[in-house]
C-alpha cells in the first residue's frame, strides 16, 4: 500500500528494536537492568490522583473546552507570568496531550513548506521528525563537549537564513542534562531578536535541576525576545505524570489560536478530569517535586562519579534532567552496535545515541534505583574494560 510522502520520511526510531530486545530478554527471565526510561520511576504524587478521582465522581466526564478548562489556563498563565515576569493570561495557554503535543501541534500551525527550523544536535529525537512531518526543514546545528553541548550566538546566527521560520531551545536538556546559564540564554535572545525568528523553548525539565542550577526561561532574558517566543512544557516529568498526557505551550495569542483550531478539529481537548490533576498539581504543595528531584540528586552523584571512574569513556556533568550522556568515541562502535552488544553481553540497556544525533555516545536515564546504578556501572566497566 503507498502510504502518504510525509510518513515515508520519517524513519522507524532506533531505539525500539533495543527496547523490544530488552523487554524479549526480560520476558525470558534474564536480570535485564533498563538505563532508557525517559520518565520518573516513582508514582504520580496522590493529591493529584485524588483530584482526578473526584472529577470523575462529579461527572467531569463531558468533551470541555479545545484550548483547555479554563481554570487550568489561568493557573498556568499565573505561574508563567511569576516565573517569566511577563503578563501572561489564560489566551496566552493552550492545553495539549503533553509537551510532545503541544511542540507538534506548534509546528503544524506555523512551519510551512521550504520553512526551515534550527534544531542543535544533541537533541530530543522527535524534534527533526515532527518537523519534517509539517513539512518544514530541520537544520541540525552540532555542537560538542567543548560548549557542553550548547548552541552558541555564533552557531546560531551562522545558521539562520531567510527561509529560516523557527529555533529549538531545550534547557534542561534531554538527552544531556545541561542547563544554559542566563548569560548564555540572553546572548541567543539578542540573536533572536535581531533576525526575527520564532524560538520554541522546551522547559519540560525545568524543575528538575541540581547543585544550585536555576532555571530561566529565555523569554525572561530580554525585553522584547517574549514577543518571539513559545514556551512548551508539561506535567510528566516534574510531577511524575507521563501517562495522563498534560503538557501546555505558552505564547503569542494568535498562534494558540492556531493550535486551538488544529486541536479542535484533530483531539477536541485534552481528557477533562486529567485536566483537574494537572490543576491539583498546580495548587497543591510542591514538596512531592522536591522529594522526587532529591532522589535524582542522590543517583546523579553516585552515577556521575561511577562513570567518570571509567577509563575510556567519559560524561559532561549534568545539572538537570535525569540523564547522562556519554562519549564512547574511544571505544571502536558505533551507538547501535556499542548499545546492542553491552545489552546482549551485560543485559544492560542503553540509548544509542544515533536516535539524538550523535553516534558516539549513548544515553543512560538515572530514573532507577541506587542499586541498579551501582550494579549497572560495574557492568559497563567490565564491558568497556574488555574493548580498550
Ligand atoms: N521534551 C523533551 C525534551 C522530552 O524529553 C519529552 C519527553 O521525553 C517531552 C518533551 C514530551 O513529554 P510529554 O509529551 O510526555 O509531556
Known amino acids: 500500500m503507498k502510504l502518504a510522502a510525509r510518513v515515508e520520511q520519517v524513519p522507524q526510531s532506533v531505539t525500539l528494536a533495543i527496547s523490544a530486545k530488552a523487554k524479549a530478554m526480560k520476558a525470558e527471565g534474564l536480570d535485564v537492568l533498563n538505563f532508557s526510561v525517559g520518565e520518573p520511576d516513582f508514582d504520580t504524587p496522590q493529591h493529584i490522583v485524588a483530584a482526578a478521582k473526584k472529577a470523575l465522581d462529579e461527572g467531569k466526564t463531558r468533551y470541555g473546552p479545545a484550548a483547555g478548562e479554563p481554570k487550568l489556563r489561568e493557573l498556568i498563565a499565573r505561574s508563567l507570568t511569576q516565573e517569566v515576569g511577563i503578563n501572561y493570561s489564560a489566551e496566552n495557554i493552550i492545553v495539549t496531550n503533553g509537551g510532545k503535543h503541544s511542540l507538534s501541534e506548534l509546528m503544524m500551525a506555523i512551519i510551512e513548506a521550504g520553512d526551515e527550523v534550527i534544531i542543535p544536535s544533541p537533541y530530543w529525537l522527535s524534534y527533526p521528525e515532527m518537523v519534517k512531518l509539517a513539512d518544514g526543514t530541520p537544520v541540525i546545528v552540532p555542537t560538542d563537549a567543548a560548549t557542553e553541548y550548547k548552541i552558541t550566538p555564533e552557531l546560531l546566527r551562522q545558521a539562520i537564513t531567510p527561509k529560516t521560520k523557527l529555533f529549538v531551545l531545550n534547557s534542561p536538556s534531554n538527552p544531556t542534562g545541561m542547563v544554559y546559564t542566563p548569560d548564555e540564554l540572553k546572548a541567543l535572545a539578542q540573536v533572536v531578536v535581531e533576525s526575527g525568528i520564532l524560538v520554541v523553548s522546551d522547559e519540560i525539565y525545568s524543575q528538575i535541576l541540581y547543585d544550585g542550577a536555576q532555571h530561566l526561561s529565555i523569554a525572561a532574558t530580554h525585553p522584547e525576545v517574549h514577543k518571539q517566543t513559545l514556551i512548551s512544557s508539561g506535567f510528566a516529568k516534574s510531577f511524575a505524570m507521563t501517562g495522563w498526557r498534560l503538557g501546555y505551550l505558552a505564547g503569542d495569542k494568535t498562534i494558540i489560536g492556531a493550535m486551538t483550531r488544529i486541536q479542535s478539529h484533530s483531539?477536541?481537548?485534552?481528557?477533562?478530569?486529567?485536566?483537574?490533576?494537572?490543576?491539583?498539581?498546580?495548587?497543591?504543595?510542591?514538596?512531592?517535586?522536591?522529594?522526587?528531584?532529591?532522589?535524582?540528586?542522590?543517583?546523579?552523584?553516585?552515577?556521575?562519579?561511577?562513570?567518570?571512574?571509567?577509563?575510556?569513556?567519559?560524561?559532561?556533568?549534568?545539572?538537570?534532567?535525569?540523564?547522562?550522556?556519554?562519549?564512547?568515541?574511544?571505544?571502536?562502535?558505533?551507538?547501535?552496535?556499542?548499545?546492542?552488544?553491552?545489552?546482549?553481553?551485560?543485559?544492560?540497556?542503553?540509548?544509542?545515541?544515533?536516535?539524538?544525533?550523535?553516534?558516539?555516545?549513548?544515553?543512560?536515564?538515572?530514573?532507577?534505583?541506587?542499586?541498579?546504578?551501582?550494579?549497572?556501572?560495574?557492568?559497563l566497566e567490565e564491558f568497556v574494560e574488555g574493548r580498550l
Do not use: W
Open 267 to 379: 483531539t477536541s481537548n485534552v481528557c477533562t478530569f486529567a485536566q483537574y490533576g494537572a490543576i491539583a498539581a498546580l495548587e497543591g504543595p510542591l514538596d512531592c517535586v522536591e522529594t522526587m528531584r532529591q532522589a535524582f540528586a542522590e543517583r546523579r552523584k553516585v552515577m556521575y562519579e561511577l562513570l567518570n571512574a571509567i577509563p575510556g569513556i567519559s560524561c559532561v556533568k549534568p545539572y538537570g534532567a535525569f540523564y547522562m550522556y556519554v562519549n564512547i568515541g574511544k571505544i571502536g562502535l558505533g551507538s547501535v552496535d556499542f548499545c546492542n552488544a553491552l545489552l546482549e553481553e551485560k543485559q544492560m540497556a542503553t540509548v544509542p545515541g544515533l536516535a539524538f544525533g550523535t553516534d558516539d555516545h549513548i544515553r543512560l536515564s538515572y530514573a532507577t534505583s541506587l542499586k541498579n546504578i551501582e550494579t549497572g556501572l560495574k557492568r
